[in-house]
T-cell receptor
């Protein structure tokens, strides 16, 4: 079945550091890929997405490129801020147009220190 | 714009008591609706999804059930809660014509004692 693997952390960085959170996936079809962010005590917010190979999703300074050859969708940001501290989830949808749910990684807890 | 509501925000229930969590979506019609559970230190697990009124698909066998009495209302229930039902419950929706992207509600934190 489908699966998503991401580094669990916690990942601790200083403000203005470069961020990479790795995400790799296994899917039978041609999935769409997502990054969601969860701030403490809140639900998940869609951060960015990519629906086909070589697409780059971007939002709020975060970027991720859909790499079919390496089955990866790594999240990057050039200069993190304290407000980026949260849990980040990589997810895929392999529904082929159906209504199935998303398959999530276990989440990466990111801590940014001032 | 579309919004999704969940209530209650927090719930503490004794073992063996019933449960009813509600989710409603505004600003869209015929959404696909989903219930997920997030257990402490773990990722999200899909529990149920629905493509229309009265249509429920269950992903895992469990102590919970779901119902969709109205187009934009999705309810998660249990007749008798177990300790293992504790967790953070998230409702999500996706549009009928763009099924892939899901949008999440604020969640309900359930503690079963």
């Amino acid at each position: 079945g489908d699966s998503v693997t991401q580094m669990e952390g916690p990942v601790t960085l200083s403000e203005e550091a470069f961020l990479t959170i790795n995400c790799t996936y296994t899917a039978t079809g041609y999935p769409s890929l997502f990054w969601y962010v969860q701030y403490p005590g809140e639900g998940l917010q869609l951060l960015l997405k990519a629906t086909k190979a070589d697409d780059k999703g971007s939002n709020k300074g975060f970027e991720a490129t859909y790499r079919k050859e390496t089955t990866s969708f790594h999240l990057e940001k050039g200069s993190v801020q304290v407000s980026d501290s949260a849990v980040y989830f990589c997810a895929l949808s392999d529904s082929g147009g159906g209504a199935d749910g998303l398959t999530f990684g276990k989440g990466t807890h990111l801590i940014i220190q001032p | 714009s579309q919004t999704i509501h969940q209530w209650p925000a927090t719930l503490v229930q004794p073992v063996g008591s019933p449960l009813s969590l509600e989710c409603t979506v505004e600003g869209t019609s015929n959404p696909n609706l989903y219930w997920y559970r997030q257990a402490a230190g773990r990722g999200l697990q899909l529990l149920f999804y629905s493509v229309g009124i009265g249509q429920i698909s269950s992903e895992v066998p469990q102590n919970l059930s779901a119902s969709r009495p109205q187009d934009r209302q999705f309810i998660l229930s249990s007749k008798k809660l177990l300790l293992s039902d504790s967790g953070f419950y998230l409702c999500a929706w996706s549009a009928l014509d763009t099924r892939v992207t899901q949008y999440f509600g604020p969640g309900t934190r359930l503690l079963v004692l």
